[in-house]
């Protein structure tokens, strides 16, 4: 099946209304590279975006890229996060033989490395690669029932040696990621690399693109090195310091063959996740409450979300100066963290309406703060 990837009609049978969603922006943040530290084809193209929909635009020292849209309280400040990283390689060493060794940035599961290809960052062109390992046919039996250890793989781009890769312009502090490019697998259903978190930033940018007069004051933080500690998260909230903070995530959903019910966490095409809590953070409860209430008023699909593992920038941000209330809305992607990302575009689409109409009603940070 052809569809078109400028615009896609969708129809949200739960609003009963028909929606547009500009995926060729989807597609262009999923596809640019952005390892954590490596952030910056991310931010240029981020940048070309919004810029007409904020009154500032600015960098700060560690490359977060900040906008500020003006509501009526310049005070009362809302911050909304999504992180640009995406999970890479970096290479750490090139043997004799041209074939370089890698350490990971991010958690990414050696199971799922052997075999992919990959887009080397160099200062010339990109150069292409494919993640090597000993050959099944010549290594034991128990040797191939167990995971690869990463020290024990390397990523071959066809150097015979190391001065022929560094002619070719790789070289030890180099980066990878992923080489897979974004597709369409129906008028719903996508696939791609990033989505965690390109999708985060995607919804920031049609969130920033819908919102007009608002009371508060919006702070659009697109964060680097999330991946690695949630890094650029805590610098841009500490100098912000925010009423309120709303992280934007691609989650894990695990609907999938062979999960337990109770392991699932979230699930594709049941609409965004609001998180109560994970190893990082619990969700400051007034705004957590405030957000479902946004969601069924509006009657836009969501699901909670109670996670036993992981963490997101509210981990880091909520811990800022005096502590700011922090929650993540986040939208389910299967497999992510691996070349080949996999969400619905009706979970998108909700979750841009659920962050719109949560900034419009909010009318001033007594309504999420605690009381006696």
């Known amino acids: 099946m052809y569809v078109s990837l400028k615009k896609l009609n969708l129809f949200i049978s739960d609003i009963s209304t028909v929606v547009s969603v500009d995926i060729e922006i989807l597609k262009e943040l999923s596809n640019v590279p952005g390892p954590p530290g490596f952030e910056d084809k991310v931010r240029e193209l981020i940048a070309k975006y919004i810029k007409d929909y904020v009154d500032e635009l600015s960098v700060d020292n560690l490359g977060n890229l900040i906008a500020v849209k003006y509501g009526k309280e ?195 095409g049941k609409g965004p996740a609001i998180r109560l809590i994970d190893p990082t953070m619990i969700a400051q409860r007034k705004l957590f409450e405030f957000i479902v209430k946004v969601a069924e008023e509006e009657k836009i699909l969501y699901q909670i979300q109670i996670s036993y593992a992981g963490g997101t920038d509210a981990g880091r941000i909520h811990l800022t100066r005096k502590g700011i209330p922090s929650v993540v809305i986040s939208v389910p992607v299967r497999y992510i963290h691996t070349p080949c990302c996999l969400l619905n575009l009706e979970d998108v689409e909700n979750t841009i309406r659920l962050v719109t109409k949560t900034v419009e009603k909010l009318k001033s940070p007594k309504e999420i703060k605690h009381t006696i």
């Open 74 to 268: 310049k005070d009362f400040k809302v911050m909304i996060a999504a992180h640009m990283d995406e999970v890479g390689l970096l290479i750490r060493f090139i043997d004799n033989n041209g074939f370089a060794k890698f350490m990971a940035l991010g958690g990414i599961d050696p199971r799922i490395l052997p075999g992919q290809r990959v887009v080397i960052l160099t200062e010339k062109e990109p150069v292409r690669g494919v993640i090597g390992f000993k050959p099944p046919h010549i290594t034991s039996s128990e040797e191939r029932s167990k995971a690869i250890p990463i020290k024990d793989l390397y990523i071959d781009f066809g150097a015979r040696s190391a001065e022929e890769a560094k002619e070719m312009g790789v070289r030890e502090g180099c980066v990878a990621v992923f080489d897979r490019d974004f597709q369409i697998f129906s008028p719903k259903i996508v696939t791609g690399k990033a989505f965690d978190d390109r999708v985060g930033c995607f919804v920031l940018i049609e969130t920033l693109k819908r919102l007009k007069e608002t009371v508060p004051t919006i702070y659009a933080v697109f964060t680097v090195q999330e991946e690695v500690g949630l890094r650029g998260a805590g610098v841009a909230a500490y100098a912000i310091n925010p009423s309120l903070a709303i992280v934007l995530e691609g989650t894990v959903a695990a609907d999938t063959p062979e999960v337990p019910q109770s392991d699932v966490i979230t699930r594709v």
